[in-house]
Structure formats: C-alpha cells, structure tokens
C-alpha cells in the first residue's frame, strides 16, 4: 500500500485472518481494495497494530458485546485479560479542508498548461495571505493565538474569483511577452492572492504554517484521544486502558516539544492524561527518516506515555508494549509521502501497484540488473520502448549487448536488500561475443 508495501500488508492480512472473523477480514480488504478509500492509512495502521498485539498474546478485535463498545484490542496473555486497547489516527486534513492551499497549487498547475505548451520554463509563484484575527484579538501569532485561517474562498467560487478573465489576460500577456516580469493579484474580503511570474521566478508557494498548534485541547490529536476515551469508557472494562496514537500526516505527530509559538505532543498527550485518568497509556508513533533515501532510511518513532494517576499497567504488559515497534513491517514511507503516493496511486489508475525498482539499474560488460517488474512489462506490451529506456537514462542496454554480439547466458532474480519492497531485480548475464550473431574472429 503505501506506509508499507503490498507485500508485507497481504502477508498480515493473511496472519490476522487466522484469528480474526471472515467479515472482519473481508472489511479490511475491501477498505484496501478502494480507490475512494480516504482512511487508507488508518486501515494500514489498524491492520498492523493488530498483528503486532497477537504475537503478544491472545486479541479479540471489535467483539460483540463489551459494555457499549466494541474496543479494537482486547488482549489476554496467558489467559489473563490485560489490556482494552482501541487504535486512532490523527491528520491536518481538516485543516487542509479549510486551508486547501495544495489543492490551489495544483489547479494553478493546470491552469499554467498554455505556457508550458508555448515552450515557456519559467516558473510562477503564489502567495496567500491570511485572514486578520477578529476584534480584540491579537495579530501575535503564538501560542493561545487565534488559528491560521488562509484567505482562499471556495473551491466553488474559484473560476469566479482567482481563475478569472483577468488571469487569462494575464497568461496571455506571459506567453505573448515572456521576458516581462508580470503579477496578478487578487484581494477581496474573501482572497488574498498573488500569483507572480518573472524570468527569475521559480515555482515555489508561500503562506503561514496553519497547521501549527496554539491550544493544547482544540487540535487534531486531542480531538482523536478524547473520542477514543469516550468510547473505551462504554466498555465497562475497570483495568488498563490504553490508546495506540498513530500519525497519518499530522504535524503535531512530528513535533514532540513544540516551540514559543506551538504546542508539542507531549505537552498536549500529557495534558489530555491529567484530565482522563481513566486512560493508562498513550501511545504515540509515526515514521521518521534519516539522511538519505529509501526504505532503509526510515524508522519509528514511538513513545510511550503513561498516566501517573491512571490504573497501573502490569510490568509484564509494560515490557510488551515496548516491543510493538520491533513486530512491526518494515516502514516504506513516511506519512506524509504515503498520503502523496495514494494521491498517485488513483490518478494514474494504478492503486494495486506497490512502489517498483523503475528508474533503478546496475549495468556492466558482461551484466544487466534491472526492475523485473519492468521486464515483465516490456514483455507484456504495457510499456513501451522508450519509457523503459527513459527509466535506464535513455540507454538501452540490450540493444547494445545485441550490438557487440553477446548473448544472455543466465537469467536470475535477485531479492531486494529490503526484503518487504514489491519488486526484486532480474540480473541477465552476458557472455563473450558469439558468432551466432557477430562476425567471425581470432580468439586469442
């Protein structure tokens, strides 16, 4: 999928289905299945979460009847009930709902086609300005501050407002003129818009973060602890509670001790705690990365909060817990990349596809490694010539190894060095060249 390939999440599907109910399992596949699926990373993470807890004991997943809820864990080690555990996944996305700055971005992408098609490179800027804090409100922009509020009207009223005449006379001006630096601005009580072009411009955005924390209550991971305290408290259970916190592109997931002007998660996690002493634990994670790119990069970050005032949590559940992490597959993305390659994903229409070794390639005198995904495709007929090629850097080395005469004289399939990734190479071996296709000559 996209946190994790398609590989590893079908290898837990298959391991849940063990012990989980057909019907259970077949709403995770449909959910995973679904192109309109928006949750996907919730579903990614649930399905993770839970194989991970049955490989430390005994999981019930949503049983019938457990008070007034049906919890997402409850966990038994040996024999004994530990844990009733229910799984969330906190995003910006309704901030991006009212901000949807992105959403701009790429329509003034489209809109920008005609200059592009006219052989003209220069980049455009936008700028988006914010709405001006009410009366008796401070400008200060801080913490206890009022929120961000980008001026983008409606998407409705955008052909209206931004994508107007005038911006067509604009992009006309640009691609009869392209020398001239030139701005189109929109200011109203519901836009504050600047889009600029000039030869020194590049494509690039600039706005205030809104997504920053000013409250340690009115946010996304609050809101998402405290719906799932309310539905753990339905279930009667009087023992140790816990909620496993996961990020599903949500910048305060990313920000563990905040700044002067934006509360951190554990200052909002522990606060939330003070208040709910009916929830043991918090547990928080989401997927970092290294310097460098790839797989092999990434890691989790996950930490443990506990609630002093809380029902203990047994020592035997504590030191469980701690190995969630390492049961685990292996990360592929961070969340925020997966949230880019599901968007991808549906508008290529290739949302069975996991990430492939495409563009990736080892060549030599006498050996090809290349994506076997990719052969497969050449040979299948659905990429053609020159898109493989492009992949390799516009060489073709097949075609030079039929040039020089030489022949394949072995053919294997190399596994990935992350063994969860959803492609492997295929390396040809070449040998000396043959006077089945070459000229004769003198060996040596």
């Keep these: 999928m996209a946190l994790f390939s398609r590989r590893a999440v079908q290898l837990m599907l298959d391991e849940n289905a063990q012990w989980l109910s057909a019907k259970q399992t077949a709403r995770h596949i449909a959910a995973l299945n ?57 995003s910006d996305k309704d901030l991006h709902r009212i901000n949807p700055v ?8 489209n809109r920008t086609k005609r200059v592009r098609d006219a052989g003209i490179s220069t980049g455009f800027s936008l700028q988006v300005g914010a709405g001006t804090p009410k009366r008796g409100q401070s400008l200060f922009r801080g913490r206890g501050a009022q929120p961000v509020r980008l001026k983008i009207p409606e998407q409705q009223r955008w ?27 929109v200011r109203s009580d519901e836009a504050d ?69 934006s ?24 997927i970092s990365g290294r310097r460098g790119i790839g797989p092999k990069n990434l890691y989790y970050d996950f930490t443990v909060y506990t609630n002093r005032r809380g029902t203990p949590i047994p020592a035997e559940l504590d030191k469980a817990i701690m190995k969630l992490p390492d049961l685990l597959p292996r990360p592929m993305n961070t969340p925020q990349n997966a949230l880019n390659e599901l968007d991808w994903l549906r508008k290529t229409n290739a949302w ?28 299948a007929g659905t990429l053609g010539v020159q898109q493989f090629q492009a992949g390799l850097g516009g060489r073709n080395p097949f075609a030079e190894k039929l040039l020089r005469g030489q022949l394949i004289k072995s053919v294997l399939i190399e596994p990935s060095e992350v063994a969860e990734e959803d492609d492997d190479w295929i390396v040809f071996e070449f040998g ?11 060996r040596p």
Aim: with cysteine; net charge positive; aromatic share 10%.
């Design 193 to 261: 818009i600047r889009i600029g072009y000039g030869l020194n411009e590049s494509w690039r955005r600039e706005h205030l973060v809104y997504t920053g924390t000013p409250f340690k209550k009115k946010n996304p991971v609050h809101t998402a602890l405290r719906h799932k305290r309310d539905q753990l408290a339905k279930s009667k259970f009087t023992g140790t509670k816990g909620i496993i916190l996961c990020d599903g592109y949500c910048a305060l997931m990313q920000d563990r001790s905040g700044s002067w002007a």
């Design 34 to 90: 679904s192109t309109l699926n928006q949750a996907a990373l919730s579903d990614e993470w649930e399905i993770a979460f839970l194989n991970a807890f049955s490989k430390l004991g005994t999981v019930v997943h949503e049983p019938d009847r457990v008070g007034e809820s049906k919890p997402d864990i409850i966990l038994r080690i040996n024999g004994t009930k530990v844990l009733v555990a229910d799984i969330v996944t906190a």
């Design 159 to 185: 052909k209206a407002v931004i994508f107007n005449r005038g911006f067509e006379r604009f992009l006309s001006a640009v691609v009869s003129r392209p020398a001239v630096d030139r701005e189109f601005v």
């Design 263 to 286: 509360f951190g998660l554990d200052e909002v996690v522990k606060e939330f705690l003070r208040e709910h002493q009916s929830i043991s634990f918090v547990a928080a994670i989401t």
């Design 352 to 379: 069975n596809q996991g990430m492939s070794h495409a563009g990736g390639y080892s060549l030599s005198s006498r050996r090809v490694k290349v994506s076997s995904r990719n052969v497969l495709q050449l040979l």
């Design 432 to 442: 000396e060249p043959d006077p089945a296709i070459s000229p004769f000559r003198q």
């Design 102 to 109: 992105e959403t701009l971005w790429d329509e003034l992408w």
